[in-house]
């Protein structure tokens, strides 16, 4: 089967190309690299030893979609390319709406036009918005409270618009909890620019002294010892739940939760950062940020079910992990 990997040079998309190529599937990346480097095709041949078709091309321009799908022919397309940074998708919504939708319309139409029907889209826990109730499973009222989750609602509602027009389409929508970690290979990773918006990479920073101290943001919310609670999910747990998305005998539209079940506190995750990597990290309390929730953690029990997904790895691979791939590529 070949498979059209939209943002696949990104962090979770790399992770994911290697496991589609260590199953044998044949893979084409279009990525255009606004948040990714060239180098990750390399370091995807060398992991993996096989080779992989990369377009830079840009999805919100759909001649360029269209000679990928004139040229390739893919079965199935698993799209992660998209924006994603919640802050600046409040600064910045018309950027998010136009990147996110257009590059998933483009797709949509034109893989409408040449019968590819198999579709995997990357949502995200964020369209929950403020749970009532804790887990979250997936029949739960969706409201997501910033742009960034609201382009993920959107195409969730044009994905299913689309599915009632034409049920030949086979879509699976997966709702990422907090993906974290890395590559063992120490390969690939994330290690994005400036001040992090996510606790993993900011606490990474501190580690390697580019920054100075951990902000954590809010001590008086209703959990365990006050800190947020997400659920972290190690990046190659989550990777391989796109190639079970692929290998799933149901057809038709399906959504999944694809996290752990399992909520870990901000301090629960520094604790262990610390534990595992025999470092101190300088953490102080600041105020809440706005939209920030107490707590967030899924029921993963459909995925099990239906997908036989399963998490491998632990807090501490995860915590091991993240540092493992920033020491190795520290000065690159
Ligand atoms: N990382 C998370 O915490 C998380 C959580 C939930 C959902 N998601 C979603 O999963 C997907 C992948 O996330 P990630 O963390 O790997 O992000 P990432 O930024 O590392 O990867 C996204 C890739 O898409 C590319 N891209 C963006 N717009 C493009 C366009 N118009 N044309 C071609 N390429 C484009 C970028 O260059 C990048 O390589 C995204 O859709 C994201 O919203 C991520």
Known sequence: MKVLVTGGCGYIGSHTVVDLLNEDYEVVIVDNLSNSKIEVIDKIKKITGKEVTFYQYDLCDKEKVEIVFARENPD??????????????VQ??????????ISTLNLLEIMQKYKARKFVFSS?????????????????PLSPTNPYGTTKLMI???????????????????????PIGAHKSGLLGEDPNGIPNNLMPYIVKVATKELPVLN?????????????VRDYIHVCDLSYGHVLA???KRVGLKI?????GMG??????VNMFEKVNNIKIDRQFVARREGDIDACYASNAKAKEELNFECKYNLEDMCLDSYNYVKNNINQ
């Open 76 to 89: 199935a397309v698993i799209h992660f390319a998209g924006l994603k940074a919640v802050g600046e998708s």
């Open 92 to 101: 910045k919504p018309l950027l998010y709406y136009e990147n996110n939708l």
């Open 124 to 140: 995200s826990a964020t369209v929950y918005g403020k749970p009532a109730s804790l887990p979250i499973d997936e029949t739960f």
């Open 156 to 178: 969730e509602n044009i994905l299913a618009d689309l599915y009632q027009s034409d049920n030949s389409f086979d879509i699976t929508i997966l709702r990422y909890f907090n």
């Open 216 to 228: 954590v943001f809010g001590n008086d919310y209703d959990t365990v010892d006050g800190t947020g």
């Open 246 to 248: 692929l290998k799933n």
């Open 256 to 260: 999944y939760n694809l996290g752990t």
């Open 264 to 269: 870990t506190s901000v301090l629960e995750l």
